[in-house]
């Protein structure tokens, strides 16, 4: 299955959910106000959110003017460009040695995540080091183990309870003297009242940083792609403990709502770099942003 349609096919339940009234709302009918509210409802539908909305319109009715557009069959086109330049940033290039600190919420999927993402380094080439900095769930160590075999991949971990910095110094150290080209860091699902482990996860940060100075740092959060509006809030919490440059939206092909993925870019300006588009070790994608505008606006 290729890339393009692992995407539609995860987008399936959004565009289930909005695209009988879309290809609706562009198949004839009037430019006038009722075009643009009824617009206004189904992409709220879609939960791209009050204020990436009210930002999508605003673009659209400028560039209708602009253009001089009268038809609102065109009208899909303009609005396809606007969620295209919501969506593009411009990514830094991977470099090698890299670490990635993987943060998140109880639950989102980081420890599968994980497994996919070092699967991917794997196939490109890449050596691969998991460190298991998650030492405050029982059995994540175990989980991550799992992984790790079914990637082909090394894992640096501790027993529970350990301390999670310890752990991350360990695994640093062991990935560099093997010349490992990817260290991937997991570390504990938590929430903001939390403050002990966005501590913990604050002091991380600082371990890498000195420890590896010469590695290129990633740090991504992983969020799930069915809570919705509230995913915006988790990056909010997890950008004042660490500076957040990517996130990994899992679950995308168990939501109607795969709009807060332009909610996430427009409010919060940090991009959708990975899709989780289903279960297995091959089911995370680079994020591609054709691919998403298509498989949520085209009428196909």
């Keep these: 299955m290729g890339i393009f349609q692992k995407i539609k096919n ?5 565009k289930d959910a909005i695209a009988y009234r879309l290809n609706k709302l562009f198949t004839g009918g009037v430019l006038n106000g009722e075009f643009y509210d009824e617009l206004e409802m189904i992409l709220l539908s879609a939960d791209i959110g009050s204020e990436t909305t009210e ?14 557009i009268t038809k609102t069959d065109d009208v899909r086109v303009v609005l396809k460009e606007i969620m295209h330049d919501i969506l593009d940033f411009e990514l830094p ?10 943060a998140g919420v109880n639950g989102v999927g980081k420890t599968t995540t994980i497994g996919k993402l070092a699967n991917n380094y794997k196939r490109a080439g890449k050596s691969v080091t998991i460190v298991a900095a998650d030492t405050f769930r029982a059995a994540a160590a175990d989980q991550l183990t799992v992984w790790a075999e079914r990637a082909n991949v090394r894992i640096v971990k501790q027993g529970e309870g350990a301390d999670a910095a310890a752990v991350v110094y360990d695994g640093l150290q ?10 991937l860091i997991d570390t504990a699902g938590r929430l903001h009242n939390k ?12 371990v890498i940083n000195r420890e590896f100075p010469k590695a290129m740092r990633l740090n991504y959060i992983v969020l799930d792609a069915t809570t919705g509006q509230n995913a915006l809030s988790q990056v909010d919490l997890f950008n004042e403990a660490i500076d957040i440059d990517g996130i990994v939206l899992t679950k995308l092909d168990g939501t109607a709502k795969g709009g807060v993925v332009l909610a996430i870019a427009g409010e919060e300006e940090v991009p959708v770099v990975y899709v989780g588009v289903g279960e297995g070790i091959d089911d995370l994608e680079k994020f591609d942003i054709d691919d998403f505008v298509s498989g949520i606006v085209d009428n196909e």
């Design 195 to 206: 403050v002990n482990l966005m501590e913990e996860l604050k002091k991380i940060d600082r």
């Design 174 to 183: 062991s990935a560099k003297s093997k010349g490992t080209q990817v260290t």
């Design 55 to 68: 930002s999508i319109l605003d673009d659209l009715k400028h560039e209708v003017d602009k253009r001089h």
């Design 10 to 14: 995860a987008l399936k339940k959004t």
């Design 93 to 102: 290039e991977e470099e090698y040695p890299l670490v990635i600190m993987i």
